[in-house]
């Protein structure tokens, strides 16, 4: 087995309107342009390296991808809590970013929207303070695991629009969130 790379460092991203989608990941994500040769390309970054995401304008002959296809489904974003998540998820929202879906994962939890360009973004936020603890809590739940390895759908509308504590819909709450 080869020895485990570091991580990720970017993600680039084709845009039907390069302009928009900046403008969008700026007021969304706080995101600066470090790089840019406008309306082509933009390297962004939140701040911690050059970049961390780059955006391409699509040659006019490109066709809009299909939702249901093989290839990328989404990219994450750690923000490091709910709360940050719920910000993040407001902002979008002022955007009329479309929402997807709400998961708590039982290591996390992820509220999916779609950029301009519809790729999806789960802003994703850890349940334990550890990789161990996070091993060992799906090492707890492989039973579990086996016939829902996705999770639970969280019900955020309520959470945001009555500032309540989350519940999954089935009323339970989800797994414990801690901060790293």
Same mark, same amino acid.
């Given at each position: 087995?080869?020895?485990?790379?570091? !991580?990720?460092?970017?993600?680039?991203?084709?845009? $039907?309107?390069?302009?928009?989608? *900046?403008?969008?990941?700026?007021?969304?994500?706080?995101?600066?342009?470090?790089?840019? @040769?406008?309306?082509? +390309? @933009? @390297?962004?970054? +939140?701040?911690?390296?050059?970049?961390?995401? /780059?955006?391409?304008?699509?040659?006019?002959?490109?066709?809009?991808?299909?939702?249901?296809?093989?290839?990328?489904?989404?990219?994450?974003?750690?923000?490091?809590?709910?709360?940050?998540?719920?910000?993040?998820?407001?902002? /979008?929202?002022?955007?009329?970013?479309?929402?997807?879906? /709400? *998961?708590?994962?039982? *290591?996390?939890?992820?509220?999916?929207?779609?950029?301009?360009?519809?790729?999806? *973004?789960?802003?994703?936020?850890?349940?334990?303070?550890?990789? @161990?603890?996070?091993?060992?809590?799906?090492?707890?739940?492989?039973?579990?695991?086996?016939?829902?390895?996705?999770? !639970?759908?969280?019900?955020?509308? /309520?959470?945001?629009?009555?500032?309540?504590?989350?519940?999954?819909?089935?009323?339970?709450? #989800?797994? #414990?969130?801690?901060? $790293?």
């Amino acid at each position: 087995m080869a020895e485990a790379t570091k !991580f990720f460092t970017h993600v680039a991203l084709y845009c $039907r309107d390069v302009n928009k989608t *900046i403008d969008w990941y700026s007021k969304v994500f706080g995101m600066k342009v470090h790089a840019s @040769a406008p309306g082509r +390309f @933009a @390297a962004m970054s +939140f701040g911690y390296r050059h970049h961390d995401l /780059a955006l391409v304008q699509a040659p006019a002959e490109f066709k809009d991808p299909q939702r249901q296809q093989v290839g990328l489904y989404h990219f994450a974003v750690d923000t490091g809590s709910f709360e940050e998540s719920m910000r993040i998820f407001e902002r /979008a929202k002022a955007l009329d970013s479309e929402f997807v879906k /709400a *998961i708590d994962h039982r *290591i996390g939890n992820g509220v999916y929207v779609r950029d301009p360009d519809g790729n999806m *973004i789960e802003l994703w936020n850890e349940a334990h303070d550890t990789m @161990a603890e996070a091993v060992a809590s799906l090492g707890s739940r492989k039973e579990e695991f086996k016939t829902n390895p996705i999770g !639970f759908p969280l019900d955020i509308d /309520a959470t945001v629009a009555e500032n309540k504590p989350v519940r999954k819909k089935d009323g339970a709450p #989800p797994s #414990p969130i801690t901060h $790293r």
